[in-house]
Structure formats: structure tokens, C-alpha cells
């Protein structure tokens, strides 16, 4: 979410506020910066963007995924490696990305970083392909592997994913690097290798084209042997080494041993800031707001309590600083944290009951007695920052501290607005049912802290969307896009908030959809159209939504599916209409034969409350 290991470097919003923006613009504007950032930095390649899709809320790094909807990913990830990489990479200001974590790293079964994944090819070639087939179209020329398994066959030693997939079928030019230390881990975790050595021949005959290795430079020896002993053949260390050196050429590594660019005029410039303020505010979002509870008056007093109530690292998460993001001493002093950034909003009494870490019990009784003296609670809770196996947990539910903390605020009878912060949407369903207002903040960066404040006093309206499916309970994960027999009977999709849930201080009303025409021959398009209308009091930014459903197939297709989207920004009374574009690539699905498919047959349209339909013939 910047250059992440760089004093001062502007640091965004993580890739699941990014996605909760629904804005490829600023997401556009992030790849910029921390291109720049980067190079200025001394550094030369990034690896991001993340491009598995989240679909698994237990897992530590659904934070750094767009969320689990594909066609977002896809539109975001696009737009930041264009931004990021520009027309030509070797420019000064300008990086090559990496595309990770190839294939399936973020769906495993546990949902504990580093474990199994059971992908069948429809649902891998439907969910989890094409988030690199575009990354690979919008440019990027390195792709890192993922770290686990699927199906049984490690990502290192996956030769049908590495190969026959990525560069048969995908068309990959690039050079696929090893994720930490992983090629060992063949022989040491995944006993696939019956020695280190054999593990470094499986990785580099499946694919691996560059060995990421801190501490260790035995792959060289072994390789080296390998090539000697004719096991691993010379054409293949060509083709691994021509791929990297071409990435190198192209990233101008050869030219010079200085910096691209110099720091000062590159590096937290009041743009950049302006660009990373304007993404948290666009990221947060509101889900709950009971009776206009929010926005707050800045004449009430308001005691903020909680463990992220005054920690700057809980909104910023890993790979902020330290791999674990966790050292709070190292983090800026002039950026707010909630707590400080409502004290900055108001001249009224702010009173903070909370420990100095995350894992400081906070004091419930201090807090309830505290609540007593002031007109209204700001109740801070979520996650302490993590990323990878250390942020493993065995249940999505909040810890005892703060269940109590909650219910012994909620028992003064002060009116409660509910501040989440953290990578996963742990369980919060009774206390938002008994919170006035809910703003949720999953990880909005360094600037977190003074946009929540902006949203809380109504300086800044809300526009965030959920990019994931929020769950009821932490058993009950079923994502948006589910199945017709997920909803048949007593099944049925009920989260907390659904995908795409976000509310403003104004109204909007969407209406008038219309379809180009009702028969569409097979290959065409179909444009569609509808109008939005700012029907409230208050500028504001919305979302609208353009689902896809194919109503009947030779695959069961989900209930419905995001095939387009558009943000846009209109005055009280104001009214436009949108148009889009759904192709015959959005009305495809991998059929029977595996092979990408469209079936003549209706299809519904949904924006908002409306339906349109329009039939699909042979030509």
C-alpha cells in the first residue's frame, strides 16, 4: 500500500478499502505514487498488486486482496498496474508489478495462512484465473507463486498452473519468482522432495523462474549440480534467465546504480497526501446509521473507548514499516490517531479510556462510569495488526475484552457508534444491532484516522461499498454471487451487510433501466442504461451496480453476478444517466468441457430494485 519499508512514504488505504472505494481512479492514482515512491526509494520492482481473490474471511491476508467479487478485482487491480507501470516501466517514475499470489493462495479450506486449498478447475478457471489474465493484459511482467497447495499439488511444483496454464493459456511473457523461501520448503514441509535438492529441480522443471532466498544461497550449488548432471537442462536455465534479464533491460537496472529519481519533489509531495486523504475518506463505510445518529455534532461530548481506539498501526496493518506493521513507535507523529483526530474535530470535552497496546485489557468499568459523563460513545474495536501465519485465528468472533466492553457501554444507555478497524470482518451482529450507527473501517491507511473523523462530523459524505459479504455469524460464510440451491429451502444468503452494502448522509434513487434491445446473437453486445438521482440534501458519491443472472445453463450460474460498475458524484435534485456495456465475455461461464462458454437463453439485468431481460440467439 506504498513503499512500505520507506520513513515518510505516502501509505494508502490496504487493497480491501482500496476495493470499498469502487473508484479504478484512485486506484490508478496509488500505482502512480507509489511508483514514484519506489523509485525514489532506491528500489526497482513492487510486488503488488495482490490479485487473489477473498473469499475466505478467516484468512490473515483477505485484507490485502480486492475482496471477493472478480470483476472488481480485475477493474482495480488493472487500474493500479497501469498507473504503476504507465505505457513503458523504465520511465524514472515508473516500476514493473508483480501479480500474486498465483493460483488459489487465498481460498484455503481452514482459512489459516499456508494450508490446502481444494479448487476444482470450473471454480478455479471462474474465480481465481482471471484476476491474473487481466493483470497479464494490463502488462505486468512478474508473477509470484503462491505459497501453499492445491488440490495436493504445491504452488512451486505446480507445473499445469506455472506452465501449461500461465504461459500456454494466459500468455505470460514475464518470469515467475518464488515466494519466501518456498522452493525448500518442497522437501522440508510439503515432502514432496526426498532431498533439498530435488526440490530445486521440481520448482525450476514446474516453472519457477527466479528463487526468492534471504539466508540461504544453496539453491545455486544445487541448481549448478542439476545443470551439471544433465537432470535439469541447459535450455531451460536460458529460457529462466533471458525472462529475467529482458524484465531487468526493460526496468533500465543496467544503466544506472543510482536512484531513478531524487527524492525530494517525489516523495510525500501535498499531492500524493491529498490523493491518499481522498482514498480513505472514498474507503470507509457507513453500514448503520439509526435515526441520522451521525453525523455527530461538534457540541456533544464523546468518550472514545476500545483497543483501536489510539493506535495508528490498526489502521494500517502488515507490510506498514515492519513485515507485522506492529512497532507503533515507528509510525508518524503527525498523523491522527481516531482518537486524536476527534479531539481535533471539537472543542468539546473528548475523554479516551483505552490501554497503550492493543492487547492492554481496556478498563470496562472505568469505561462504563466514563460513559455516564458524556453525551455519546465511539466504541473502537477490531483486530491487532498482522499479516501471514502470525495472523492465524481459529474464529472470526471478537475477543472476551471487548464483548464486555460493549455491553457494559451499551448498558449506561448512551447512544454507541461502532468504529471497526482490522483486515477480516470479525463478528460483531449483536453489538451493531444494539449500536445507533456502525462505521466500518477494516484498514484505511495513515490517513485512517482523520477521514473517519471527516465521516463522523459529516465534513466528509460517505460513499464506501462492502467489497465482501459481511457475515451474521462466523460460521455462515456464503459470498454474494452463491448458487440457487444456497438459497433453496432454509438455506439462503443472510449476512450482517451484504456485498456492495453502503449508506450516505444523502439519498439516492436509481430508475429507468433500459437495454439497447432484447435479442442479442451470439458474440454481441448489449448496452445498457439508467438513471441516477441525488434525492436527499447533501452532495454526495454513489455506486451504481449492474448485476448479471443467466437464467438457465448447461453449469448452475450464480444468483447473480457484478459485471459493471460506476461511481459518481451529484448535487441534491441532480439526476444523470449511466450507460454501460455488457459483452459477450460477461455473459460467458467455463461450460461442461471446461472450455469458456455462452449459451443462448435469457439473461436478467439488475441495477437497484429493477430487472430488464434480454435473450440470447444463435445467430
Do not use: C
Request: glycine share 8%; net charge negative.
Amino acid at each position: 500500500h506504498g513503499a512500505n519499508y520507506t520513513e515518510n512514504a505516502v501509505l494508502f488505504p490496504q487493497a480491501i478499502n482500496m476495493a470499498a472505494t469502487f473508484n479504478p481512479e484512485l486506484a490508478f492514482k496509488e500505482g502512480e505514487i507509489t511508483a514514484r515512491e519506489v523509485k525514489a526509494s532506491g528500489q526497482d520492482w513492487n510486488f503488488m498488486p495482490v490479485m487473489d481473490i477473498g473469499r475466505q474471511p478467516l484468512w490473515p491476508r483477505l485484507w490485502e486482496t480486492y475482496g471477493e467479487d472478480v470483476h472488481l478485482a480485475v477493474t482495480l487491480g488493472s487500474a493500479y498496474i497501469k498507473g504503476h507501470q504507465g505505457d513503458d516501466f523504465s520511465a524514472a517514475n515508473k516500476a514493473p508489478t508483480a501479480l500474486k499470489h498465483y493460483v488459489g493462495y487465498s481460498y484455503p479450506l481452514n482459512g489459516k495462512d499456508r494450508t490446502p486449498a481444494w479448487i476444482g478447475e470450473r471454480m478455479l478457471r471462474e474465480y481465481f484465473l482471471p484476476t491474473f489474465e487481466a493483470g497479464i493484459k494490463a502488462g505486468a511482467p512478474t508473477v509470484m507463486i503462491n505459497s501453499a497447495e492445491v488440490d495436493g499439488i504445491p504452488g512451486h511444483a505446480n507445473y499445469q498452473y506455472l506452465t501449461t496454464i500461465l504461459r500456454g493459456e494466459l500468455g505470460f511473457k514475464g518470469f515467475t519468482v518464488s515466494d519466501w523461501a518456498d522452493i525448500e520448503r518442497l522437501y522440508t514441509r510439503d515432502k514432496m522432495a526426498a532431498t533439498p535438492r530435488e526440490a530445486v529441480k521440481i520448482a525450476v522443471m514446474a516453472g519457477v523462474d527466479m528463487s526468492m532466498v534471504p539466508f540461504d544461497y544453496s539453491f545455486y550449488d544445487l541448481l549448478l549440480d542439476l545443470v551439471k548432471s544433465g537432470e535439469v537442462p541447459v535450455s531451460r536455465i536460458n529460457e529462466a534467465v533471458s525472462r529475467i534479464l529482458k524484465v531487468k533491460y526493460q526496468s533500465g537496472l543496467f544503466e544506472s546504480n543510482q536512484p531513478a529519481l531524487a527524492i525530494e519533489g517525489n516523495f510525500s509531495t501535498e499531492e500524493a497526501n491529498a490523493v491518499n486523504q481522498q482514498a480513505a475518506r472514498e474507503s470507509i463505510i457507513l453500514a448503520k446509521n439509526d435515526n441520522h445518529m451521525l453525523p455527530l455534532s461538534k457540541q456533544a461530548s464523546v468518550l472514545v473507548t476500545g483497543p483501536t481506539a489510539n493506535l495508528l498501526k490498526v489502521m494500517n496493518g502488515g507490510w506498514t514499516l515492519t513485515w507485522q506493521g506492529a512497532t507503533e513507535a515507528l509510525y508518524p507523529k503527525d498523523k491522527p490517531t481516531l482518537f486524536k483526530a476527534i479531539q481535533q474535530k471539537t472543542g468539546s470535552k473528548v475523554t479516551l479510556v483505552s490501554g497503550n497496546e492493543y492487547t492492554d485489557e481496556v478498563n470496562v468499568e472505568l469505561a462504563a462510569a466514563e460513559a455516564h459523563n458524556h453525551d455519546v460513545v465511539v466504541l473502537a474495536l477490531g483486530e491487532q495488526t498482522y499479516t501471514e501465519t502470525l495472523g492465524n485465528i481459529e474464529t472470526l468472533n471478537l475477543n472476551q475484552n471487548q464483548i464486555d466492553l460493549a455491553k457494559a457501554v451499551f448498558a449506561t444507555g448512551k447512544p454507541v457508534v461502532l468504529v471497526t478497524l482490522g483486515g477480516r470482518p470479525r463478528i460483531i451482529t449483536d453489538i451493531a444491532d444494539k449500536s445507533q450507527a456502525v462505521l466500518l473501517g477494516f484498514l484505511p491507511g495513515m490517513e485512517g484516522g482523520a477521514a473517519l473523523a471527516d465521516i463522523l462530523y459529516g465534513d466528509v459524505n460517505p460513499s464506501a461499498k462492502l467489497p465482501i459479504s459481511y457475515p451474521r455469524n462466523t460460521n455462515d460464510i456464503v459470498p454474494y454471487d452463491y448458487k440457487p440451491i444456497e438459497s433453496f429451502e432454509s438455506n439462503q444468503y443472510r449476512p450482517l451487510y451484504p456485498f456492495g452494502h453502503g449508506l450516505s448522509y444523502t439519498t439516492f434513487e436509481t430508475g429507468g433501466l433500459r437495454l439497447s434491445k432484447e435479442k442479442v446473437a451470439l458474440g454481441e453486445s448489449i448496452d445498457v442504461s439508467v438513471n441516477v438521482k441525488n434525492t436527499g440534501a447533501l452532495t454526495g458519491m454513489e455506486t451504481v451496480l449492474v448485476y448479471l443472472n443467466d437464467v438457465a445453463a448447461s453449469v448452475t450460474r450464480p444468483n447473480k453476478q457484478l459485471k459493471a460498475f460506476k461511481k459518481i458524484e451529484l448535487k441534491p435534485g441532480q439526476q444523470e444517466t449511466l450507460h454501460f456495456t455488457l459483452t459477450s465475455q460477461d455473459m460467458s461461464f467455463i461450460g461442461v468441457d471446461m472450455k469458456r462458454i455462452v449459451e443462448p437463453g435469457v439473461f436478467t439485468v439488475m441495477v437497484g430494485n429493477e430487472m430488464a431481460y434480454f435473450n440470447v440467439v444463435k445467430n
